[in-house]
T-cell receptor, first 116, second 114 residues
Framework: KAGVTQTPRYLIKTRGQQVTLSCSPI?????VSWYQQTPGQGLQFLFE???????NKGNFPGRFSGRQFSNSRSEMNVSTLELGDSALYLC???????????????FGSGTRLTVV | QQQVKQSPQSLIVQKGGISIINCAYE??????FPWYQQFPGKGPALLIA?????SEKKEGRFTISFNKSAKQFSLHIMDSQPGDSATYFC?????????????FGKGTKLSVKP
C-alpha cells in the first residue's frame, strides 16, 4: 500500500516568488493536514482539509493557503516567499476527520523548501 | 495558549537500557496523545497513541504512561537498541471540531550507544 506522497522532495526558490507543494494521501484517506517543521519552532500545524473543505487553520499568515481536490489530493501554496519560510513541509493523511484517535495520521517524507 | 512541553531535549542511553521521555500539556480538552518517531530525511511515523481514559498502553518495547490528573504522559522504550536512535515527538489533539490539529512537543533526540 503506497504511503503519503509529497512532491517535489526538494525545492529552491527566491524571495518574493510563490510555490506550490503537492500531497497525495494514502488511498482511501480523506483528511489531509499540512505542517511546517523548522529547527527553531518544531512542527507547527498549517491547516487541515476534509471533503474539499478547510476544517481548521493554524497561526500562519494569509500567504499560506491550501486546497483539497475531490480525489483527496491536496496542494499548499505559499506566496511572496520570505527567507523564514525555509522549512520542511509535511503532509499527513488520515482515514477520517474527527476520529483520528482510531486511525492516526500518516506523514509523508516532506518537501524541503529553501528560500534564497 | 495551547502547548505541549517535552523533556529532555536529548537523551543518551546504553543499548539494552530504558529510554524515558516526558511530556506535559495544558488543555484539558485534548483527548488523544500520540508519539511519533522521526528519522533524518523522513516524516514522523506514528509509534503508539493513548486516550486519557487509559493509564497505560504497551506495544512491544514501547509503553505510554498517562497521568490525567497531572496532565502528563511519558514514553518508555524498553531494551533500547541502536536502531531506536531517532527524534521522538509527543503530541496532543482535540477530538475533531475546531481542534482538529496536532500540537507537537519540541522533540527529543535519542541516541542509543552500542
Amino acid at each position: 500500500k503506497a504511503g503519503v506522497t509529497q512532491t517535489p522532495r526538494y525545492l529552491i526558490k527566491t524571495r518574493g516568488q510563490q510555490v506550490t507543494l503537492s500531497c497525495s494521501p494514502i488511498s482511501g484517506h480523506r483528511s489531509v493536514s499540512w505542517y511546517q517543521q523548522t529547527p527553531g519552532q518544531g512542527l507547527q500545524f498549517l491547516f487541515e482539509y476534509f471533503s474539499e473543505t478547510q476544517r481548521n487553520k493554524g497561526n500562519f499568515p494569509g500567504r499560506f493557503s491550501g486546497r483539497q481536490f475531490s480525489n483527496s489530493r491536496s496542494e499548499m501554496n505559499v506566496s511572496t516567499l520570505e527567507l523564514g519560510d525555509s522549512a520542511l513541509y509535511l503532509c499527513a493523511s488520515s482515514l477520517s476527520y474527527g476520529r483520528v484517535g482510531d486511525y492516526g495520521y500518516t506523514f509523508g517524507s516532506g518537501t524541503r523548501l529553501t528560500v534564497v | 495558549q495551547q502547548q505541549v512541553k517535552q523533556s529532555p531535549q536529548s537523551l543518551i542511553v546504553q543499548k539494552g537500557g530504558i529510554s524515558i521521555i516526558n511530556c506535559a500539556y495544558e488543555n484539558t480538552a485534548f483527548d488523544y496523545f500520540p508519539w511519533y518517531q522521526q528519522f533524518p530525511g523522513k516524516g514522523p511515523a506514528l509509534l503508539i497513541a493513548i486516550r486519557p481514559d487509559v493509564s497505560e498502553k504497551k506495544e512491544g518495547r514501547f509503553t505510554i504512561s498517562f497521568n490525567k490528573s497531572a496532565k502528563q504522559f511519558s514514553l518508555h522504550i524498553m531494551d533500547s537498541q541502536p536502531g531506536d536512535s531517532a527524534t521522538y515527538f509527543c503530541a496532543a489533539r482535540g477530538d475533531g471540531g475546531s481542534q482538529g490539529n496536532l500540537i507537537f512537543g519540541k522533540g527529543t533526540k535519542l541516541s542509543v550507544k552500542p
